[in-house]
T-cell receptor, first 116, second 110 residues
Framework: DSGVTQTPKHLITATGQRVTLRCSPR?????VYWYQQSLDQGLQFLIQ???????AKGNILERFSAQQFPDLHSELNLSSLELGDSALYFC???????????????FGPGTRLTVT | GQQVMQIPQYQHVQEGEDFTTYCNSS?????IQWYKQRPGGHPVFLIQ?????EVKKQKRLTFQFGEAKKNSSLHITATQTTDVGTYFC??????????FGPGTRLSVLP
């Protein structure tokens, strides 16, 4: 158990819909990262927040957005869903931020999203 | 944009044989990290390399970071069935981006 929690575990929804994935980081961690893992795309970095502020952006679509709240939990919002958005979405947390020197990321168990 | 490649894509070894996976970035990295993901699991942090030419060992695992900070390798000595999984490298582009390689899937035959 990494200490990072993600809800829900599974999500099945239809094309065009909007969903919200939630992540609670490990106690004491200020950074939260979101990743998408699909069979054909591997593990893709989406976005990182540090203490409530966006710090780094990867291959995140405009239909996707995220935020980190004052209690440090984070939400990833996916809208206008397409079949290709079906994937495993991981959240990870770390004490420090990207580019800050030494840090390690702890991954949650993931949310499996199926778009039908 | 930044790209991270890994070879090989798959590796099948007999238990007791050695295994090496190589990681190459298209850009110079501030640091590189290695993760292991077991089938059905989530990535688990193994190590972070920061300095040019750095070599670190963890029991049977040896990690290297190239002098130019663009490549890295992971070597496992005398593989065991518990080493099965996919090994990913991930490059930190000075805080701008964090790119995972496609991974090397290792299977170990008993």
């Amino acid at each position: 158990d990494s200490g990072v929690t993600q809800t829900p575990k599974h999500l099945i929804t239809a094309t065009g819909q909007r969903v919200t994935l939630r992540c609670s980081p490990r106690s004491g961690d200020l950074s939260v990262y979101w990743y998408q893992q699909s069979l054909d795309q591997g593990l893709q970095f989406l976005i990182q927040y540090y203490n409530g502020e966006e710090r780094a952006k990867g291959n995140i679509l405009e239909r996707f957005s995220a935020q980190q709240f004052p209690d440090l939990h984070s939400e990833l919002n996916l809208s206008s869903l397409e079949l290709g958005d079906s994937a495993l979405y991981f959240c990870a947390s770390s004490v420090a931020s990207l580019g800050s020197g030494r840090y390690e990321q702890y991954f949650g168990p993931g949310t499996r999203l199926t778009v039908t | 944009g930044q790209q991270v490649m890994q070879i090989p894509q798959y590796q099948h070894v007999q238990e007791g044989e050695d295994f090496t996976t190589y990681c190459n970035s298209s850009t110079t990295l501030s640091n590189i990290q290695w993760y292991k993901q077991r089938p059905g699991g989530h990535p688990v942090f193994l190590i972070q390399l920061v300095k040019s030419g750095e070599v670190k060992k963890q029991k049977r695992l040896t990690f290297q970071f190239g002098e130019a900070k663009k490549n890295s390798s992971l070597h496992i000595t005398a593989t065991q069935t518990t080493d099965v999984g996919t090994y990913f490298c991930a490059g930190d582009n000075y805080g701008q981006n964090f790119v995972f390689g496609p991974g090397t899937r290792l299977s170990v035959l008993p």
